[in-house]
């Protein structure tokens, strides 16, 4: 398909066990982030790639995040030992990069994957 | 340190009326602002923008107001449908750098 595609939709894990998630970007897009929404709250910044530059991690919660992005396309959030608080949609976002004179700085997103750990 | 805030939870408008949507920010190098909507179980979706050298920025019923001294940008819906039922969520960024987004407020428009 032409948009953001995040795989898997829900996943259901026990507690300390680890998850991928994976996001598919819009081709052509430079940039890609992840978010996440906790039940009742807002878009939480997580990590931003941009090109080959070294990626934004401001936003992750632990060391038990992490994120890569290969070949500046797929990218894969991996939580490690999850944890109940972890639980939360987890969104993918592409764009094309900023610093376009014409570009927006939309942000196209995918459906998320719905995290829940027991 | 919230670089982006939407004061209100949640806005009830009766059909065919204004709906206000408000948000401020912090950090005086965003230059670009823009809003989302999202409905349940999907991803946010994209509304509307406004550049840091404009104050005001209109597509059909959505208007975004820019306030650049008082660091506050509005969203304008008129008329409200109930279709436009969902959580907004207001965003900023600078050029090259990450997007943040606020709490997001969500619109209630009763027929």
């Known amino acids: 398909g032409a948009g953001v595609s995040q795989s898997p939709s829900n996943k259901v894990t026990e507690k300390g066990k680890d998850v991928e998630l994976r996001c598919d970007p819009i081709s052509g897009h430079t940039a890609l982030y992840w978010y996440r929404q906790s039940l009742g709250q807002g878009l939480e910044f997580l990590i931003y790639?941009?090109?080959?530059?070294?990626?934004?991690k401001s936003g992750l919660p632990s060391d038990r995040f992490s994120a890569e992005r290969t070949g500046g396309s797929v990218s894969t959030l991996t939580i490690q030992r999850t944890q109940q608080e972890d639980s939360a949609v987890y969104l993918c976002?592409?764009?094309?990069?900023?610093?376009?004179?014409?570009?927006?700085?939309?942000?196209?997103f995918g459906e998320g994957s719905r995290l829940t750990v027991l | 340190d919230q670089q982006v805030k939407q004061n209100s939870p949640s806005l009830s408008v009766q059909e065919g009326r204004i709906s206000i949507l408000n948000c401020d920010y912090t950090?005086?190098?965003?230059?670009?602002f823009l809003w989302y909507k999202k409905y349940p179980a999907e991803g946010p979706t994209f509304l509307i923008s406004i550049s840091s050298i404009k104050d005001k920025n209109e597509d059909g019923r959505f208007t975004v107001f820019l306030n650049k001294s008082a660091k506050h940008l509005s969203l304008h819906i008129v008329p409200s449908q109930p279709g436009d039922s969902a959580v907004y969520f207001c965003a900023a960024s600078a050029r090259g750098f990450k997007t943040i987004f606020g709490a997001g407020t969500r619109l209630f428009v009763k027929a």
């Open positions: 950090n005086s190098m965003f230059d670009y």
């Open positions: 790639f941009q090109g080959n530059s070294a990626p934004d």
């Open positions: 976002a592409s764009s094309f990069f900023l610093r376009a004179r014409t570009n927006t700085g939309e942000l196209f």
